[in-house]
């Protein structure tokens, strides 16, 4: 006789292939089984979601009595890939002690809203964070995500301190002074990916690259262009980039 784990592993294989008439046909054949046990549960949830049956899979939570965080955590999830955030903040409230992933999850969808009110609630839920999940890499990915998207740039580079730091990290952080029209912010930020061996990409390059022409200083310019691989000097955005801040410095000169 089939497990349910088993049930539970062919309807994640079935979503990652997206297979959805095998899955639809997992459900019927095994339901009895399959709505008894909650991580298949949780498998179908996630199932339903990402084929877009949004009401089949809350038909199977509002079923449930007694809820998991996993079987919230597939709600959630489900609702931010369905566009629906403000639905996946709603589930959070419902969870009586949210786990690291639940938490995340919330901050995700506050990101896709970015509205001050959402703002203020991830601000909350940090200042209230168990010890155990202050330095947890998810959680402030997804909160440092939300500082950006909502331009409060004072708590992203507090919490950038604390992410991994990597090229994309240092880019996002970039992108926002680039926004606000901080390039003195980039250029100091660049200083810290050279102190930290942390390798240029195309995105980062323009950036510096716009940075320089919002500064308008020839000599500094200069060098960050020198310091440019001449792998990426063929990318049309690094060129169109170059063309700006060479006519922008030669107007600054001329007047």
């Not at 901080?182 to 250029?187: A, R, S, W």
């Not at 195309?202 to 691989?229: D, F, H, R, T």
């Amino acid at each position: 006789m089939i497990s349910g784990a088993a049930v539970s592993q062919a309807l994640k294989s079935c979503t990652n292939m997206k297979d959805f008439q095998s899955g639809l046909i997992l459900h019927q054949r095994y339901s009895s089984l399959i709505e008894k046990n909650k991580y298949s549960l949780s498998s179908l949830i996630h199932f339903y979601m990402q084929l877009g049956d949004v009401n089949h899979a809350q038909i199977l939570f509002d079923k449930l009595k007694n809820k998991t965080v996993g079987i919230y955590g597939a709600m959630m999830k489900g609702y931010i890939k369905n566009n629906m955030p403000q639905k996946a903040i709603d589930i959070y409230f419902q969870i009586t002690n949210p786990d690291e992933k639940n938490i995340s999850l919330l901050f995700n969808a506050c990101a896709r809203i970015a509205t001050d009110e959402t703002l203020n609630l991830v601000k909350k839920v940090l200042s209230n964070l168990p010890d155990r999940y202050q330095n947890d890499e998810y959680i402030l990915t997804t909160a440092f995500d939300v500082f950006i998207k909502c331009n409060d740039l004072s708590n992203a580079e507090r919490i950038f301190s604390k992410l991994p730091q990597n090229t994309i990290s240092y880019g996002n952080l970039m992108s926002a002074f680039n926004k606000t029209n901080q390039p003195q912010k980039i250029f100091e930020l660049y200083e810290q990916m050279k102190i930290n061996q942390i390798q240029l990409n195309p995105s980062v390059c323009v950036l510096l690259i716009n940075a320089c022409s919002a500064l308008g200083i020839y000599s500094i310019s200069k060098s960050v262009s020198e310091q440019i691989p001449k792998s990426y000097l063929d990318n049309i955005f690094i060129n169109n980039a170059l063309i700006d801040m060479w006519v922008r410095i030669l107007i600054y000169l001329l007047n």
